[in-house]
């Protein structure tokens, strides 16, 4: 049944899913710098929001449809991309373009500072396509929906030549009944903040804590262990640690005046509340 199947069938499902609608997106209906074809070389496009992101939200729209996950599950699905990419620094400084063209640099090559600098246009992407199927459906009254968009470009680009941004724009405004040019602009090109409000009010949805959120002190950072040696692997910007002046590779001696080792170090943490302030050395 569709009720508790689990998070690793659930997972494998998503990827099943995703590559299987490559089929038709991506494999045919593609950004017209991909085609036609080269396995052999980079090739650069400012559409893989579309191309990767696109697909991410239909895998997890299309187990829904098959009957193989809950309301919930998609749901929470959906709002964990939405997590990702709000807590994610880089994203008011990479644009969701910019991290498709950056995709041989950036993507497939992150480092530790990643999370502060750039973004993943399959979160982004995935996030933009619920929030255009959402505008698609507000603006016809819930007549049409960003299905209707992808079939519709799906009869217009998907032979030999492939689509540009900018038809793609122009189509799904089509669908709406609407000028969604600035907000193709404004979702694609720029950093600035998707407005979730009209996605959520017309689809009766709220923010809320998830309810795994952790009541304890949270730094800010990630480690790792080598030889031994508790290490700083990751800080992400505008986070305690990053206020702290911590660095990737600062080795973590004490907490609290306390000597801790690198297991001791996640139950240590747990010690302590948000806004308390604490020593480390």
């Known amino acids: ?19 299987y609608f490559h089929a038709w997106n991506v494999k045919r209906l593609r950004p017209v710098e991909l085609g036609p074809f080269d396995y052999e070389n980079e090739v650069y496009t400012t559409s893989l929001w579309e191309a990767e992101g696109f697909t991410d939200y ?8 098959a009957g193989l996950s809950s309301d919930d ?6 709002g964990d991309q939405i997590r990702q990419l709000q807590t994610t620094p880089g994203r008011q400084l ?37 929030v255009l ?9 819930g007549a049409r929906t960003l299905d209707d968009g992808l079939r519709l470009a799906y009869q217009r680009f998907s032979g030999e ?15 709406a009944d609407a000028d969604l040019g600035p907000w193709f602009a404004t979702a694609v090109d720029s950093t600035r903040e998707i407005d979730y409000d009209e996605t959520l009010r017309w689809l009766g949805l709220r923010f809320k804590t998830a309810p795994d959120a952790p009541a304890a002190a949270w730094l800010g950072l990630t480690t790792r262990v080598d030889a031994g040696r508790l290490l700083v692997s990751q800080v992400v910007r505008g986070t305690p ?30 010690h302590y509340r948000p806004g308390q302030t604490v020593s480390v050395l």
Do not use: C
């Not at 599950?73 to 959906?78: F, I, Q, R, T």
């Not at 199927?133 to 009254?141: G, K, P, V, Y």
């Open 133 to 141: 199927d959402a505008r698609i459906r507000t603006s016809t009254n």
């Open 73 to 78: 599950e998609l749901l929470a699905a959906v």
């Open 94 to 130: 990479q644009s969701a373009a910019d991290a498709s063209y950056d995709a041989w640099i950036k993507q497939y090559r992150p480092d530790e500072n990643s999370p502060n600098t750039s973004i993943s246009y399959y979160v982004k992407g995935a996030v933009l396509a619920f």
């Open 161 to 175: 030549r492939g689509y540009t941004r900018e038809e793609l724009a122009r189509t799904m405004s089509e669908v």
């Open 58 to 65: 239909y895998a997890d729209l299309v187990i829904r449809r």
């Open 1 to 19: 049944g569709a009720e508790g199947i689990g998070d690793e069938y659930l997972n494998f499902l998503g990827l099943a899913s995703h590559e």
């Open 241 to 270: 640690a990053h206020d702290a002046g911590f660095n990737v590779d600062d080795e973590l001696l004490a907490i609290g005046e306390l000597r801790v080792t690198a297991e001791q170090w996640p139950a240590r943490l747990r």
